[in-house]
């Protein structure tokens, strides 16, 4: 079982199909639970204070703006960990965790260094892009390794 | 600054979505229950969540699953269900994820397409199903990136 | 608070992940506000995106747009707006400055624009968020114009301490120090303008005080009105300057921080509160006069016999890098009159590039506020606005005369008690 990234972090549909075909969807749950679940101080809604942009300093300069260094605090783990990666292009409409460009470019560019599988592809408009869409995922997740019911 | 102590240490949340003419979101809930055995269910417009250690909840997904195979979906949730702290009703809006829910839903009609159609594939037929998808993966060379910093 | 919250929709950008949202909340808890997301869905997010006609790529700058869209349109009740992005995010900046317009420009919702960064905490936030509440609930008190019976405002600054005393519309009285203790340099003020209006403090009907001292001294004097600078001081200043009908902008370079204000109708539309450096700040002119070794009161006077400074090599953006430009300017051969200007131009430029972009510039511009008096600085913000500014008579007592005409509103109350 692998531990795959997905881009977007907050899909639905990638979380499903990485989990589907036998391995683990890395996305931004994963670290919103961990805030979720460590006690320190009270900040809500998502637990995040101060000190999360401080740790994106790991991945981005001071001058990157305190909101792309806080959600790098919630994916640079997450990418170091990864042994592969499923990326969507322009997911335009995916908000949130997911609701800043500038992270998602470096977030992209990212899973691009690294040395790890990856697969790129467009969310599917019809239903014959659907099939290309899911066999290019299963295929992709096979070769990995995984094992699905 | 208030201490926070957290609640449900050590669960997972889990997402159950269905989107069929067969299934509704109450049968997925109504099943999830009749197997629950302690694990916390939660009932909503699109399917249910689930809550528990990661085993209880694999356990009760799995049989969900079956119930319609290619319409079920399942994803990761940070908070557990209910939470004060992203719920509609004390924020004033939907908190930002459920809008991009609303826009996968949309397209999951192609993926129950897509994985009907993959599911019976031999590996070389979803090989050729797959081959145009594939191609975008050279889209971005890191090769040639690397080389190019490299040289700098 | 027995009130009902005032429903403040938060329309912003990147705040959870900067780890402030908390912040925000508690401040705007603090005043009597409350902050909710307008819910907005996602067909709702499509349409607005393209009505707007702003391409950005930020799906969360879509979203606010979309629940700007919902709040102007009336599908959804807000008392005021914040709006804010995180600081140095082009692209946020660019939405925020057009959703901030938007509003101004199809609405009567009072707005407030900040960026913030993860260092951002409640204290900063609650002053704004003060105002937009006052201007949310008290659109009655704000809407006095004229001062009756005999009222005493007092503003408690960071810098200074200045006392009004009105009576039936006119200042009769004034009191002015450095603050040094809060209530101690509250006492001083308070017995100078006693004493120039021949009244004693049983005489006075009501008091207002402002600053960052008004609870401490409004507690002290026991207040009718404890108010924020931002409102009051905006109040003061289209009263003095005679612009209480129409849009009117007021400028205030404080000792701190400084407050840039779009006003309709003598109540704040729109509004921004600035300190991120010193070297935009009053605090950097009395440096300057220091080292030119000048009084303060005199550095304008000596700032206009040159003829703008323009010419003299600022590094102007902190405190410390600034006066080391003027001292090398002056050991480059530079007059004192020249690097005065200089210092004049470069406040001004910092306050134009960094809080007059968060609000609408429209005329009569009004300087007010202790530096408003440093003639080359309100010369320079004027050039650099390419209008003619105006100065109000008292502009340095604008807190204590905004708080002395809303403290008026209460004489009445106080009476019917």
């Not at chain 2, 090989?127 to 890191?142: H, I, N, P, W």
């Not at chain 3, 040159?306 to 410390?320: A, F, K, L, R, T």
Request: hydrophobic share 40%; net charge negative; glycine share 8%.
């Amino acid at each position: 079982m692998a531990k795959v990234f997905i881009y977007p972090a907050t899909s639905l549909i990638l979380s499903d199909l990485v989990a589907r075909f036998g391995h683990q969807p890395l996305g931004s749950a994963i670290s919103i639970r961990e805030h979720i679940q460590t006690s320190g101080f009270d900040s809500p809604p998502i637990q995040m204070t101060s000190e999360d942009p401080q740790k994106g300093l790991k991945w981005a300069a001071v001058e990157v703006p305190s909101g792309i260094r806080g959600r790098l605090s919630l994916y640079g783990p997450l990418v170091e960990e990864a042994e592969a990666a499923i990326i969507i292009d322009e997911p335009d409409l995916a908000f949130g965790c997911m609701g800043c460009e500038r992270t998602n470019e470096l977030l992209c560019f990212m899973l691009r260094e690294k040395d790890i599988p990856r697969l790129e592809l467009n969310y599917p408009t019809s239903r014959e892009e659907g099939v290309t869409f899911v066999a290019a995922i299963k295929e992709f997740l096979v070769d990995l390794g995984g094992e699905y019911e | 600054m208030k201490p926070y102590d957290p609640q449900y240490v050590n669960t997972v949340t889990k997402y159950v979505f269905v989107d069929s003419p067969d299934t509704t979101p109450q049968d997925i809930a109504i099943a999830a229950y009749e197997i629950a055995k302690g694990v916390m269910i939660k009932e909503t417009c699109f399917g249910c969540q689930i809550t528990g250690s990661p085993e209880d909840v694999d356990r009760i997904i799995a049989p969900l699953r079956k119930l319609d195979p290619y319409r079920i979906y399942v994803k990761d949730r940070g908070f557990p269900p209910g939470d004060a702290r992203r719920c509609r009703a004390n924020s004033g809006g939907a908190r930002p994820g459920y809008l991009g829910h609303e826009y996968e839903m949309a397209l999951v009609r192609y993926i129950a397409y897509g994985l009907e159609q993959t599911d019976h594939m031999t590996p070389e037929e979803l090989k050729a199903a797959a081959g145009q998808e594939k191609l975008m993966q050279s889209a971005f060379d890191v090769a040639v990136l690397e080389h190019l910093i490299e040289e700098e | 608070m027995s009130e009902l919250p005032v429903n403040i929709a938060q329309i912003t950008c990147g705040a959870e992940y900067s780890g402030i949202q908390n912040e925000i909340a508690m401040a705007a808890e603090t005043v009597g506000g409350q902050m909710f997301y307008p819910d907005v869905a996602l067909k709702d997010v499509k349409r607005a995106y393209k009505d707007f006609g702003l391409l950005v790529k930020s799906p969360d700058l879509k979203l606010a747009i979309a629940r700007a869209h919902a709040v102007v349109e009336g599908r959804i009740e807000a008392d005021g707006i914040f709006i804010a992005s995180c600081f140095r995010c082009a692209e946020a900046a660019i939405v925020r400055t057009e959703l901030r317009r938007y509003i101004v420009e199809n609405s009567r919702i009072p707005v407030v624009s900040y960026s913030f960064n993860e260092r951002t905490g409640s204290s900063t936030l609650l002053t704004r968020l003060e105002a937009l509440t006052t201007i949310a609930r008290r659109r009655n008190l704000m809407a006095r114009r004229v001062q009756v019976g005999i009222t005493m405002g007092v503003d408690s600054g960071s810098s200074t301490t200045k006392c009004i005393i009105m009576q039936d519309n006119e200042i009769i009285g004034t009191g002015w120090r450095p603050t040094t203790e809060v209530i101690k340099s509250t006492d001083e003020v308070v017995a100078l303008a006693l004493e120039e209006s021949g009244l004693k403090l049983s005489d006075i009907e009501a008091i207002g005080t402002t600053g960052y001292g008004r609870f401490l001294i409004g507690k002290h004097m026991n207040a009718d009105l404890v108010q924020e600078e931002l409102t009051v001081n905006s109040k003061g200043a289209v009263y003095l300057a005679n612009a209480q009908k129409g849009f009117a902008t007021v400028i205030d370079i404080g000792g701190m921080d400084n407050k840039a204000i779009s006003v309709n109708d003598g109540i704040p539309s729109s509004f921004t509160m600035g300190g991120i450096c010193a070297g935009a700040s009053g605090r950097f002119l009395e440096m300057t006069a220091k080292r030119l070794d000048v009084d303060i009161t005199e550095l304008g006077a000596l700032s206009m016999k040159s003829e703008g400074g323009e010419d003299v090599p600022m590094n102007s953006y902190c405190i410390v890098f600034g006066t080391q430009s003027l001292v090398n300017a002056l050991a480059a051969g530079y007059k004192r009159e020249d690097v005065a200007a200089a210092a004049c131009h470069s406040v001004a430029q910092q306050v134009y590039e960094q809080q007059l972009q968060e609000v609408e510039i429209k005329e009569p511009v009004i300087m007010v506020g202790g530096s408003s008096l440093i003639q080359g600085l309100v010369r320079a913000m004027g050039r650099m606005l390419n209008t003619e500014v105006v100065v109000p008579h008292h502009s340095q007592y604008i807190g204590a005369t905004g708080g002395a005409l809303l403290g008026s509103g209460f004489i009445d109350k106080k009476k019917e008690e």
